[in-house]
T-cell receptor
Framework: GDSVTQTEGQVTVSESKSLIINCTYS????????LFWYVRYPGEGLQLLLK?????QKGSSRGFEATYNKEATSFHLQKASVQESDSAVYYC?????????????FGTGTSLLVDP | DMKVTQMPRYLIKRMGENVLLECGQD?????MYWYRQDPGLGLQLIYI???????SEGDIPKGYRVSRKKREHFSLILDSAKTNQTSVYFC????????????FGKGTRLTVV
């Protein structure tokens, strides 16, 4: 089946420093899956941060960006300068077609703590 | 206002009791989901519903069942809850195409003692 791998369970970064959260994926369908980053702030539900549906393209939102790399099957999340308000849990996900419709598969999440 | 609402937000049940988790959405989305989240495991798909009475097992359906009699409501039922079903449960909905956003509720924290 489909799978998404996030290798870092927790990351601590000082405010104004750069960030990269790694994500790799494996999809079973013949075509290319759509890729997403979701974020969960404390006490809130998950919300979409950014998405990319075309291989080779970059998505960006709130200073974060991620590039869909089909050769490396990766979709790493980056930010040049993090803020304390970015502290949250980040989930990489892919959408792929199952037997009856589309299904969203998540990675295990990376908890980001930004030190002020 | 696009919203997925989960009730209750917190629940404590004894082992062997039945549990009903309810979810509603106001976006007329065809597709709805139930996930559970455990530390180190991320979100695992329990069931997915593609419309009324059109439900499909996810990756971890054992011990759960679902009901969708109206498009805007999707219920998760635990018959005879077990302690290993202690978790945070998230309901979500989407319009069902590959590249559309999935909207999540705030979660229900279930403790089975």
């Amino acid at each position: 089946g489909d799978s998404v791998t996030q290798t870092e369970g927790q990351v601590t970064v000082s405010e104004s420093k750069s960030l990269i959260i790694n994500c790799t994926y494996s999809a079973t369908s013949i075509g290319y899956p759509n890729l997403f980053w979701y974020v969960r702030y404390p006490g809130e539900g998950l919300q979409l941060l950014l998405k990319v549906i075309t291989a080779g393209q970059k998505g960006s939102s709130r200073g974060f960006e991620a590039t869909y790399n089909k050769e490396a099957t990766s979709f790493h999340l980056q930010k040049a300068s993090v803020q304390e308000s970015d502290s949250a849990v980040y989930y990489c996900a892919l959408s792929d077609r199952g037997n009856m419709g589309y299904k969203l598969t998540f990675g295990t999440g990376t908890s980001l703590l930004v030190d002020p | 206002d696009m919203k997925v609402t989960q009730m209750p937000r917190y629940l404590i049940k004894r082992m062997g009791e039945n549990v009903l988790l309810e979810c509603g959405q106001d976006m007329s989305h065809e597709t709805m989901y139930w996930y559970r989240q455990d530390p180190g495991l991320g979100l695992q798909l329990i069931y997915i519903s593609y419309d009324v009475d059109s439900n499909s097992e996810g990756d971890i359906p054992k011990g759960y069942r679902v009901s969708r009699k109206k498009r805007e409501h999707f219920s998760l039922i635990l018959d005879s809850a077990k302690t290993n079903q202690t978790s945070v449960y998230f309901c979500a909905s989407s319009s069902g195409t590959a590249n559309t956003e999935v909207f999540f509720g705030k979660g229900t924290r279930l403790t089975v003692v």
